[in-house]
């Protein structure tokens, strides 16, 4: 990435975006606080956060026409003011103002807020805005928004098309109003157009400043959009002229490791499976194959559903990577997810004479040294771990790929300091929350992606239902059931603060709870996050060998275990879950012969807790999920994108610049202009890939300035 030249004069994008917004007039230390609880912290943040709704209240009605129950706004002079106590013992104080517009007289009250008396000047015009109430005589507004007027100034807060904001304790609607109307007066109008005008002429966009104008205090709503629509293109076409140019300065780079001949090891693996790949295996491995055998170093997400096959897919890579002389790292997020990759590789790589180690924080002193000696002197041919992976002391013989599972997981810095161990390894990263590939195309818009969209044959959906929890004594009298029918079931405690003391004790109560209540009799063991590595393998252990009938568990298990004989997953509070993770842990059964069951305990006291869990009860389809977890909570918290301490800004790409910092685009709404800006973004890194033509130059600073980083030079982008 090329940094500015210290001799170009920053934009006033860059300028506003060093502005703290604390020294903004009206603002100060203490708002600038609470303006940081809602992610402003610059002048910039405040203008580009956009309103959450409008409200157009600039039709007036007369007084005479107001009907109870009405939201309305009405124009008028003020005739009387009182400010009194209704009753002398208590402390409530009334501002009570009559308003006449010459067809009728509004009462309009205001409680406990006797400074309002000295804003309402006898004779003075006022607009007001709130619900009419027509009680004991009078035509009464209960607290409205109220402007007086003034003449030749605008108004804000009623009589107009008026901003609604996401807002704080703290910080109401006509402060945050008027800040920005005062952003806008002092910076918005002079802000430096940058996007070029071929492009705001081929997608009719308006101009910088009338945008962010018009996208706060529109004249129309045709107008907000159309400001809106130029927003979140300029928005959409910097992270993709981010992520194309990081991509094609990879791709620029030459493999520091080319592979020997693998033989037939491939082969014979794929021979030696109990099961046919899927064609989407075959697909997805063909092209991960051939990255290993380009010029250039691979980049690839590989996502897919759970259950689609991605450890084969993973392992097959591997062996490509082993078989032609180097070493392959698979890290994975938690202990328990890398001890079951470790199992897993241990019995498909064991018979081909392939040496698969494990490298986690909980082995002992001895083990561990032991471990890390194989893995620098090359006698450990794949190893799998944790981030104990990426500590100082741990060195490859020659890293050839590197494998990171549940990568949203990870912190961009974790993932580089991997393949820091190598020198250029080829990078595969892997994900089992699928996302539509329209999306995956540009939230990975730097890496090449691979989705697995076909399940192995014969598996049967997992039988999902919700339940009330007035319905717990039957639901576990069926997990009682499925036990005596031989087989086993997970109970998932309820999500609770993120604490994993509290988490495990949470566990352990429940688990104590169902032995001596509706699971009594049967053998009901405990997993969580706090046990030791030994006691947690011995739990493992043993509920794979079936020595355990119902194991009550944390999140730990949502992903890594896989025991075909569990066919019941019970989730208690499972409102309180994300979307996806739901889906995850549902994934921990089905893995088997057996019909599985999912089954859901909550009340939910949301539209959106119910909505998840009907998502879940009509379909098994992770992608279709995604697409509704997407709706309900966005793509940033869904794939983990917002920003984690510790993360290296070298790295920063989607950690800092990604999803979870897009201040106006909405990826659903959005798409059509999501993929007008990748398109527009490549076509300019083609022609100009430094962005240094002279109508470019500005479009380079706005990059630096929003992202902190300037297009690749002298590369050539497909």
């Not at 780079?253 to 020997?260: K, L, Q, S, V």
């Not at 591997?318 to 032609?324: D, N």
């Amino acid at each position: 990435m090329r940094r500015r030249p210290a001799g170009d004069e920053p934009t006033a994008e860059a300028a506003r975006d060093a502005s703290p917004i604390q020294y903004m007039k009206g603002v100060g230390p203490a708002r600038a606080r609470l303006l940081a609880r809602l992610g402003v912290r610059t002048i910039t943040d405040l203008l580009y956060r956009l309103p959450r709704r409008l409200e157009d209240r600039s039709h007036l009605r007369r007084i005479v026409d107001l009907l109870h129950g009405s939201v309305d706004t009405v124009r008028g002079t003020i005739a009387r003011v009182e400010k009194f106590r209704p009753r002398r013992r208590h402390g409530l104080v009334l501002v009570k103002a009559a308003v006449t517009d010459g067809s009728g007289v509004l009462h309009a009250v205001w409680f406990n807020q006797p400074y309002i008396a000295q804003q309402l000047p006898l004779g003075a015009e006022v607009i007001l805005h709130g619900r009419v109430q027509r009680q004991a005589g009078e035509i009464q507004m209960a607290a409205p928004e109220f402007e007086v007027l003034e003449a030749g100034e605008e108004t804000l807060h009623v009589g107009r098309i008026v901003p609604v904001y996401g807002s704080t304790e703290g910080l109401s609607q006509r402060v945050l109003r008027t800040l920005v109307a005062r952003a806008l007066d002092e910076y918005g109008a002079t802000a430096a157009e940058w996007l070029p005008e071929t492009l705001r002429r081929r997608h009719g966009l308006p101009d910088l400043s009338d945008a962010l104008r018009q996208a706060h205090f529109p004249d129309t709503l045709a107008a907000h959009e159309a400001a809106r629509a130029r927003l979140v293109y300029e928005e959409l076409l910097l992270f993709q002229l981010l992520l194309l140019g990081r991509k094609a300065a990879r791709e620029a780079e030459t493999r520091a490791i080319r592979y020997g001949d693998a033989g037939d090891l491939v082969a014979r693996f794929h021979a030696g499976l109990p099961y046919a790949l899927t064609g989407a295996q075959r697909r997805v491995i063909a092209e991960i194959l051939r990255d290993l055998e380009s010029p250039a170093p691979m980049n690839r997400l590989l996502q897919g559903d759970v259950g689609s096959g991605k450890t084969v897919v993973a392992a097959t890579a591997l062996l490509r990577c082993v078989g032609g002389g180097a070493q392959g790292a698979l890290m994975a997020p938690t202990e328990i997810l890398a001890g079951q990759h470790y199992l897993t590789l241990r019995a498909l790589l064991d018979p081909l004479g392939v040496g698969v180690v494990l490298l986690i924080g909980g082995l002992s002193r001895s083990a561990r040294q032991e471990t890390i000696e194989r893995v620098r002197d090359g006698r450990a041919d794949v190893v799998v771990g944790t981030h104990a992976l990426i500590e100082e002391d741990v060195a490859f013989h020659r890293l050839g790929l590197v494998v990171v599972d549940e990568q949203h997981r990870f912190g961009v810095a974790q993932r580089a300091a991997l393949r820091r161990k190598g020198e250029r390894p080829d990078v595969l990263v892997m994900t089992a929350t699928p996302i539509p590939r329209t999306l995956a195309l540009t939230l990975y818009g730097d890496l090449d992606v691979s989705t697995l969209d076909e399940l192995p044959p014969g598996r049967a959906p997992v039988r999902t239902y919700a339940r009330p929890c007035s319905r717990r004594p039957q639901v576990y009298a069926f997990v009682r059931e499925q036990v005596e029918a031989g087989r086993q079931a997970y109970v998932v405690c309820p999500l609770i603060e993120e604490s994993d003391k509290l988490q495990a004790e949470a566990a352990t109560e429940l688990a104590g709870r169902l032995r001596d209540g509706p699971l009594r009799g049967l053998r009901v063991e405990v997993l969580h996050g706090r046990m030791k590595v030994e006691e947690r393998d011995r739990t493992m252990h043993a509920l794979r060998a079936g020595a355990i009938d119902a194991l009550v568990a944390t999140t730990v298990i949502e992903v890594g275990i896989d025991v075909p004989n569990a066919t019941v997953m019970v989730i208690e509070d499972a409102d309180r879950f994300g979307l996806s993770q739901l889906h995850q842990l549902r994934g921990r059964v089905g893995r088997g012969a057996h019909q599985s069951y999912c089954i859901l305990i909550a009340d939910p006291a949301t539209e959106q807790g119910r909505a998840r869990l009907q998502a879940l009860v009509e379909t098994s389809d992770g992608f279709r999920i995604a697409e509704r977890d997407i709706e309900l909570r966005g793509v940033g918290e869904l794939i983990g994108l917002s920003p984690r301490a510790g993360d290296d800004r070298e790295h920063a790409g989607l950690r800092q610049h990604g999803l979870g910092d897009l201040r106006v685009a909405d990826l659903i709404r959005d798409q059509a202009w999501l993929h007008r800006a990748r398109q527009d973004a490549a076509a300019l890194l083609r022609v100009d890939p430094g962005l240094r033509r002279p109508e470019h130059r500005r479009l380079g600073r706005a990059l630096a300035a929003r992202f902190g980083a300037a297009p690749v030079e002298n590369v050539e982008v497909g």
